[in-house]
Nanobody
C-alpha cells in the first residue's frame, strides 16, 4: 500500500525557516515526480513546487520563488521542502503528493497518492 507522510511543520516567527519532509512507504520514490502543495484557511489548495524523478524542478507558485527549495534523497525515500524567510501568508497545511509519472504535472488530478499534511503557522 502506497503511503506518504509529511512532517516538520510547526509554529514559526516571520523570517524563520522550516524543513518539511515527505517520507514514502509501500513504494520507492525514484520513479515518481513528487509535488508539494499547500492549502491556507478558506482558500483552495495550490501547487508550490515539484521535483521529477530525475531531479528537474518546477515552480507552481511565484510567491515562493527564491525562498522555497525542493530536493529529494532517493536513498532515504524522502523529499524535502526547505522554507526560508517565512511570511504570515505562508501559513497553510502543506501536503506532498506522488504523480503517476516521472515528470511533474500541471494538474492536481495526476498526483495519485497524497499525504495527510503538516501544519505550518507563521505568526509573531
Amino acid at each position: 500500500q502506497l503511503q506518504l507522510v509529511e512532517s516538520g511543520g510547526g509554529l514559526v516567527q516571520p523570517g524563520g525557516s522550516l524543513r518539511l519532509s515527505c517520507v514514502a512507504s509501500g513504494f520507492t520514490l525514484d520513479s515518481y515526480a513528487i509535488g508539494w502543495f499547500r492549502q491556507a484557511p478558506g482558500k483552495e489548495r495550490e501547487g508550490v513546487l515539484c521535483i521529477s524523478s530525475f531531479g528537474g524542478r518546477t515552480t507552481y507558485a511565484d510567491s515562493v520563488k527564491g525562498r522555497f527549495t525542493i530536493s529529494r534523497n532517493n536513498a532515504k525515500n524522502t523529499v524535502y521542502l526547505q522554507i526560508n524567510s517565512l511570511k504570515p501568508e505562508d501559513t497553510a497545511v502543506y501536503y506532498c503528493a506522488a504523480a503517476g509519472s516521472h515528470y511533474c504535472s500541471g494538474y492536481a488530478r495526476d498526483f495519485q497518492s497524497w499525504g495527510q499534511g503538516t501544519q505550518v503557522t507563521v505568526s509573531s
